[in-house]
């Protein structure tokens, strides 16, 4: 009895190892799998200042969308705005150069008329000698007036720029992430003030063996499926390869643009990819 089941036991045992063992997936077939994938934004950056300060405004908060070149916060300014509008009184003050240009008109007439009467030997070289001179520096303060006034619009100008310094302007369109100061707090050359995000489009991270990597091409169209909302195919384009594989987990990077216009769909989420276009 024993004897009889050691050669049944055997005679399966052998029947399973002639089994032949079913044969893994390999290149192109790869790429019609679903492989797991993370959706990213397009950019994230926390902002700073180009000026140090007092943060005297925040004008946004977390969740909010934002658009490029809005106004998000504001550092205290008075003493940068005071500037500017001595500045900019300065600059449209053209009181000196009317008054240099009427007495050069008025020395120009004068001059005239001397050197007719000298011409008729009634007035003496002197006095034309006089006038000229006069007519001379009265030029030469015009000149000066106008330089003047082109080196106070310059200072204008430089105090706009100065002014404008402590506003903090979105470089994006997209959604704020955080806030990471509050008003009251002081703005440094290191500080960070609001972490945003662009979400249009987004970047979808993937990992795929090395066995398909002759297959994917940059260009190439693939099916996103994101975990939320559930059931939505999307579809992405490849942009980046990785060039430098990990033999560690025989795998490579790919990463996809997802267009997102309507920013409906969030970042962050986990998703599943295909490339249906390369496995036919």
């Known amino acids: 009895m024993v004897r009889a089941r050691l050669i049944t036991a055997g005679i399966l045992f052998t029947a399973i190892l002639g089994r032949p063992l079913a044969a893994e997936p390999t290149g192109e077939a790869l790429l019609s799998q679903a492989h797991d994938c993370l959706v990213q934004p397009f950019i994230v950056s926390e902002l700073g200042s180009p000026a140090n300060g007092l943060l005297e405004e925040m004008l946004v908060d977390r969740g909010q969308r934002i658009t490029k070149g809005m106004v998000?916060?504001?550092?205290?300014?008075?003493?940068?705005?005071?500037?500017?509008?001595?500045?900019?009184?300065?600059?449209?003050?053209?009181?000196?150069?009317?008054?240099?240009?009427?007495?050069?008109?008025?020395?120009?007439?004068?001059t005239s008329r001397n050197t007719e009467l000298h011409n008729k030997q009634f007035a003496a070289t002197a006095l034309l000698d006089k006038s000229m001179s006069e007519l001379q520096q009265a030029i030469s303060q015009l000149t000066q007036a106008e330089t003047d006034q082109a080196l106070a619009v310059l200072e204008m100008r430089r105090a706009a720029v100065l002014l404008d310094q402590r506003s903090i302007l979105s470089p994006i369109d997209g959604f704020v992430v955080r806030r990471l100061m509050a008003p009251g707090e002081h703005v440094y050359e290191q500080a960070k003030i609001l972490k945003v995000a662009q979400i249009d489009p987004l970047f979808v991270e993937v990992n795929v063996p090395i066995a398909a990597f002759p297959f994917i091409k940059e260009g190439m169209k693939a099916e996103v499926r994101p975990s939320q909302p559930v059931g939505r195919v999307l579809a992405a384009t490849v942009s980046v390869i990785d060039k430098v594989l990990d033999a560690a987990s025989d795998t490579f990077g790919v990463r996809l643009v997802l267009p997102n216009p309507t920013m409906e769909l969030p970042a962050g989420v986990n998703c599943t990819v295909t490339f249906p276009a390369a496995a036919k």
């Open 72 to 110: 998000v916060a504001k550092l205290r300014s008075d003493l940068e705005q005071a500037s500017f509008d001595l500045a900019k009184a300065r600059a449209e003050s053209t009181a000196l150069i009317q008054l240099a240009r009427e007495r050069v008109s008025l020395l120009r007439k004068e």
